[in-house]
Nanobody
């Protein structure tokens, strides 16, 4: 069955970095785009980045441009989200999700369980 499993979250000081992983199984990763989202408890989920399937084109929400880098390794069935210069407002649960239209229409059909990122001194 389709599965997405996030990992790599944790507690980090402001200014630090983390690299989140999204391990895919049960489908051919190279055929799908993958998006990263984050959600703070009690707030709406926010899309932060998406990476297309065939050309690997990356898209970012404006507030994370320059600090977040999405990448994919189809041979390893994994998508990554590198987060640099972390800020306290980046604290959230981060989710990855499978997308069917190469990031164009936001049609996400499977989600991971999330990984917690906490930025605090």
């Amino acid at each position: 069955q389709v599965q997405l499993v996030e990992s790599g979250g944790g507690l980090v000081q402001p200014g630090g970095s983390l690299k989140l992983s999204c391990a895919a199984s049960g489908f051919t990763l190279e055929d799908y785009a993958i998006g990263w989202f984050r959600q703070v408890s009690g707030k709406q989920r926010e899309g932060v980045s998406c990476i297309a399937s065939h050309d690997g084109r990356a898209y970012y929400e404006d507030s994370v441009k320059g600090r977040f880098t999405i990448s994919r390794n189809n041979a390893e069935d994994t998508v990554y989200l590198q987060i640099d210069s972390l800020k306290p407002e980046d604290t959230a649960v981060y989710y990855c999700a499978r997308e069917k239209t190469d990031c164009h229409l936001g049609q996400y059909d499977f989600w991971g369980q999330g990984t917690q990122v906490t930025v605090s001194s």
